[in-house]
Structures are given as C-alpha cells and as structure tokens.
T-cell receptor
Framework: SQTIHQWPATLVQPVGSPLSLECTVEGTSNPNLYWYRQAAGRGLQLLFYSVGIGQISSEVPQNLSASRPQDRQFILSSKKLLLSDSGFYLC????????????FGDGTRLSIL | AQSVTQLDSQVPVFEEAPVELRCNYSSSVSVYLFWYVQYPNQGLQLLLKYLSGSTLVESINGFEAEFNKSQTSFHLRKPSVHISDTAEYFCAVGGGGNKLTFGTGTQLKVEL
C-alpha cells in the first residue's frame, strides 16, 4: 500500500530564517505531488504541484519555492520566512492522471516568530 | 474553472441525530467530487468520492453523499452521528485536470 511521510510535524522559526519541509511517498511510482497551506477558516490553498521530476507548477506568487529532486520526494523551501508564512502545510499525492483523489500527509505546523 | 461552496462553516448536532453537510459546486466540465475529513492537527482523509455511475456513494463509516447534477450539489449525510465524527469536513471538485478545488470546510461538532 502507499504511504506518505511529511516532516517535521511542528516547526518554530524566526522571521528571515530559511525553510525546508520534506515529503516522501512510498509504494507508488510517478505520482502527482502537491503542497497546500491551510489557514484557519480559509480552507486549503494550493501552493505547488508536480507531475514529474523537475516539473513544478506554482499556483500563487510568494516567497516559497518547491522542488522535486526524485520521483517520490517533494520539498518546500524558502530563503527568508515572513510572518505571513505561518500556517499548516500539507503535502499530498495522487495517482498520475486527471481527477484522481489526493491523499494527504499529517502536515507541518509552522510558526514564525 | 471550478468552485466549491460549503454553505455552513459550523454544524452543531447531538449524538445519534442525523446530519447533512451541504456542498454546492460550479463547473463548466464534467465533475468529479470528493469529501474529506480532517481531525485536529492531522491531514485530510478521503471519506468518499463520486467519479461516475451511481449518484449515491457511501463510506465505510456510515456517511453517504448524493451527486445531484441539476442542483449542482454533493451533500454529505449521516443518519446517526457519533461523538467520534466531530471533525472538519471538506468538499472538493475536480474537473479534467491534475488539481482539486476545495471548499472552506464545515466544522461538525457532535454534542452529548
């Protein structure tokens, strides 16, 4: 069966510091991968998605970036965090192809001080 | 483009009572619909999905949803809720691409 791992679960970072969140999927090949941010009462905001190694689509302009160095690895990064980057970050995967259900990791709670 | 509207941000209900969480969508193409559940400080879990075929879909824990094309709705129902059903529920729509559009969520609070 497929599993998704996301870490760390909780992170507290100062303003202006860098960020690296990692997500890996096991048990499948060539998945679609997604990064979301969830703010309280505002649902999920899609940040990036990827349909293959090195292929990244950005949904919103911001100071975050994503990379997919391996087939089942998806990384969310920032060079300098802003207060507004606080939130709950979720990684998800789906089978390749359209209209597939997405399966989520347990999320990272990011607090910026 | 698709959009999803979850009409209720919070739904309080007593244990063993029925509940309906409402979801309406807008899409210019064929739709694929999903309900997810999120427990505190966890990711979203797929509850049920409508891809094609029967318009009534069921989950293993007693929830069901009915796809109504004429009313563009995909409401989630359960005839008798349990305290453990307390969670946030998200409706999502896919429409021919790699992305899903999520609603803003409905917080279901089951009270004794």
């Amino acid at each position: 069966s497929q599993t998704i791992h996301q870490w760390p679960a909780t992170l507290v970072q100062p303003v202006g510091s860098p960020l690296s969140l990692e997500c890996t999927v096991e048990g499948t090949s060539n998945p679609n991968l997604y990064w979301y941010r969830q703010a309280a009462g505002r649902g999920l905001q899609l940040l990036f998605y990827s349909v293959g190694i090195g292929q990244i689509s950005s949904e919103v302009p911001q100071n975050l970036s994503a990379s997919r160095p391996q087939d089942r690895q998806f990384i969310l990064s920032s060079k300098k965090l802003l207060l507004s980057d606080s939130g709950f970050y979720l990684c998800a995967w789906s089978m390749a192809g359209y209209n597939q259900p997405q399966h989520f990791g347990d999320g990272t709670r990011l607090s910026i001080l | 483009a698709q959009s999803v509207t979850q009409l209720d941000s919070q739904v309080p209900v007593f244990e063993e009572a029925p509940v309906e969480l409402r979801c309406n969508y807008s899409s210019s193409v064929s739709v694929y619909l999903f309900w997810y559940v999120q427990y505190p400080n966890q990711g979203l879990q797929l509850l049920l999905k409508y891809l094609s075929g029967s318009t009534l879909v069921e989950s293993i824990n007693g929830f069901e949803a009915e796809f109504n094309k004429s009313q563009t709705s995909f409401h989630l129902r359960k005839p008798s809720v349990h305290i453990s059903d307390t969670a946030e529920y998200f409706c999502a729509v896919g429409g021919g691409g790699n992305k899903l559009t999520f609603g803003t969520g409905t917080q279901l609070k089951v009270e004794l």
